[in-house]
């Protein structure tokens, strides 16, 4: 498919229009902090090179969801959802929609999410790239292309006054339109990236683990801005005489996250919790998925109130696995 | 469990309540449930067991498949949804989605022997196992079987309402033991690791099959290594606290193994290969 420019005012009017058909996410001022979220009004959209405190996995995996209401001892499970139009997602973002997928729809679980497809099939992603590298990002090291991201439905570029949009699929085909123009460059090699060659065992005793979590003071932040976090847990409430279930996000930082209901807890020092995190995303899932779960936004690092660093940490492993070979 | 939502249980009403334990805290009870929509399942399964309000928990299946009329769920009170179920009789509502995880290699282990030893509780997820095996149509294809069965004081075994049935069953040695010395009590003593060096059995045709507190197994299948088994043919049933059973909700990770998916039921070989946080 051909490429696209338009100015901002064409992206604008085309958003204007589409909001008759979508609910549309994008990149909108909340007091005084950038946060994906349902646009009201068009002049609102913020295009640019920088990125949104939280990461938009809530189009896909809200915060919370309702899985059903139990009534007159049947079951009625949730309704159907209004297609969505996220606009302006970050390449780290775009990338993080990938192992969402791999996660809840992939083979290696057997059973498909209903919740999550309903929601990624009901969803257009428009990929925006950003022109430079924020404190606290690392995708360069991630395997993220600054000015591209493969697993969306359009990308939108900014060059100049203008826009270069791409799009990928029939979703995105019509997103924006304008005068033909060649496609963006894409970066052609990617500097080494940030890697866990290692076996569990390799790692999982043998590192300063105590050390590298130091700082932690458990709040889990970390993990409710990662773009790729997707731990839940399942809630019932009740209204009316009326139960809802609703699914709620989780957090691995959390002590009584794997507290048996015996007592026993297989994770109770923080250290424990943090080594879950870092590892979940760097060995565990890249033996199950083939990806590392990290895309190198940046947010856990920027945001975390104890100074932890994961890209420091990885790279501290890497250093020890690589000193102990020779 | 609907068919295409793992999220959503089915109904299933208590038809019996089943006081276990008769110990002092009499504190874990086996409910026998008649479901809305019954499912097949095989031995080592599991399933999300709730009380709408309440909450979910997980618990293996502990009556034998064979059973088409009724499913057996053995609960010990010990947390907030467990408190509630404990609270419910016959006739109460609740709800059941499964079954999930893997199951115990019955095909696989024709031609063995066998020895279970549970725990306490952990007798409960081998019991569907048992009952299978000891059944006339399958009895045949395993050799001999050792039963030993540990609990905390006598008054503290779950299905003491079967021993004489399983003691008597056609090639097999079952054996009980509690903690502590107590007066009238003329059989074992002591943890079930310290116990299966005095009990005779073919270290090289028997397959040991372990349950109970992660203390407990782990002692246990270390005691059965020193002896000589392989770990290859030792095989547990891990608890691990867990949300959906389908692989989603990152709590019952050991490694990149999870227990819902790829367990509950792990040879020891295969545990030795995963970092030991369980």
């Known amino acids: 498919m051909s490429a696209y420019k338009l100015d901002i005012a064409r992206v604008k009017a085309a958003l204007e229009k589409l909001m008759e058909k979508y609910t549309v996410i994008a990149p909108v001022m909340n007091g005084d902090r950038l946060d994906y979220a349902e646009v009201t009004e068009v002049n609102d959209v913020i295009l640019d090179n920088q990125l949104p405190y939280k990461s938009p996995k809530e189009m896909v995996f809200p915060r919370v969801e309702k899985v059903m209401r139990f009534l007159e001892g049947k079951v009625e499970e949730a309704q159907d959802i209004k297609p969505v139009l996220l606009v302006g997602a970050k390449p780290c973002d775009v990338a993080a929609m990938r192992i969402f997928d791999d996660i809840f729809t992939g083979d290696k679980g057997k059973f498909q999410d209903p919740f999550y497809l309903n929601r990624r099939n009901s969803l257009t992603i428009i990929g925006l790239g950003c022109t430079d590298y924020k404190n606290g990002c690392f995708c360069n090291i991630r395997g993220t292309d600054l000015s591209f991201a ?27 339109t304008g005068e033909e123009t060649e496609p963006v460059k894409r970066a052609d090699k990617h500097e080494e990236e940030l890697v866990l060659n290692a076996k569990e065992s390799e790692v999982f005793t043998t590192m300063p683990w105590e ?17 790729t976090c997707h731990c839940f847990n399942l809630r019932d409430a009740e209204d009316k005489g009326v139960v809802t279930r609703t699914r709620v996000w989780d957090s691995c930082m959390y002590p009584k996250f794997t507290l048996h209901a015996g007592g026993h807890n297989p994770r109770t020092k923080k250290s424990e919790r943090f080594r879950q995190r870092v590892l979940h995303k760097y060995l565990y899932i890249p033996e ?28 501290d492993i890497k250093k020890r696995l690589e000193e102990a070979k020779k | 469990m609907s068919m ?119 007798l409960a997820p081998l019991r569907p196992m048992i009952d299978y095996i000891f059944d006339p149509m399958y009895r045949g294809k395993y050799g001999k079987i050792n039963m030993l069965m540990a609990a905390r004081t006598p008054g503290d075994f779950i299905f003491a309402y079967d021993f ?48 109970g507190p992660p203390v407990m197994i782990k002692a246990l299948s270390n005691a059965f290594v020193q002896l000589g088994m392989s770990p290859e043919r030792i095989y547990t049933t891990l608890e ?9 909700c990152g709590k019952c990770n050991i490694g990149h193994k999870y227990v819902c998916i790829d367990g509950p039921v792990f040879s020891m070989a295969e545990l030795g290969n995963m970092p030991n946080e369980y």
């Open chain 2, 164 to 211: 004489d049935k399983w003691a008597a069953m056609p090639d097999t040695t079952f054996y009980q033991t509690i903690d502590n010395p107590m007066e009238g009590w003329d059989k074992l003593v002591g943890f079930p690791h310290t116990l299966i060096d005095q009990i005779p059995f073919d270290m090289e045709k028997t397959v040991a099959v372990l349950c």
């Open chain 2, 4 to 122: 295409n939502n793992p999220y959503i249980p089915s109904r299933a009403t208590i038809m019996q309540v089943i006081q276990e334990t008769v110990s002092d805290t009499q504190d874990v009870k086996t409910y026998k449930l008649k479901l809305d929509e019954p499912f097949d399942y095989r031995p080592g399964q599991f399933v999300e067991f709730s009380i709408a309000g309440i909450g979910e928990c997980t618990f293996g299946f502990a009556s034998s498949p064979l059973i088409k009329d009724y499913l057996e769920l053995t609960v010990k009170r010990t947390g907030y949804v467990t408190e509630n179920i404990h609270m419910l009789s016959e006739g109460s509502t609740v709800w059941i989605r499964g079954p999930f995880g893997n199951t115990f290699p019955l095909e696989k282990l024709e031609g063995n022997d066998l020895f279970y030893v549970a725990g306490g509780l952990g």
């Open chain 1, 150 to 176: 493969p697993d969306c439905d359009g990308f939108l570029n900014m060059v100049g006054d203008s826009f270069i949009y791409q799009p990928l699929t029939d979703k995105g085909k019509d997103i924006f």
């Open chain 1, 288 to 315: 199950n998925y083939d990806h590392t779960a990290c895309t190198g936004c940046g947010r856990c690092i920027r945001a975390c109130p104890g100074g932890l660093n994961i890209m420091n940490t990885v790279t």
């Open chain 1, 211 to 227: 050390a590298y979590a130091e700082g932690c003071i458990g709040c889990g932040t970390c993990t409710y801005l990662c773009p």
């Open chain 2, 240 to 248: 691990m606290r867990m949300t959906c059973g389908v692989g989603k």
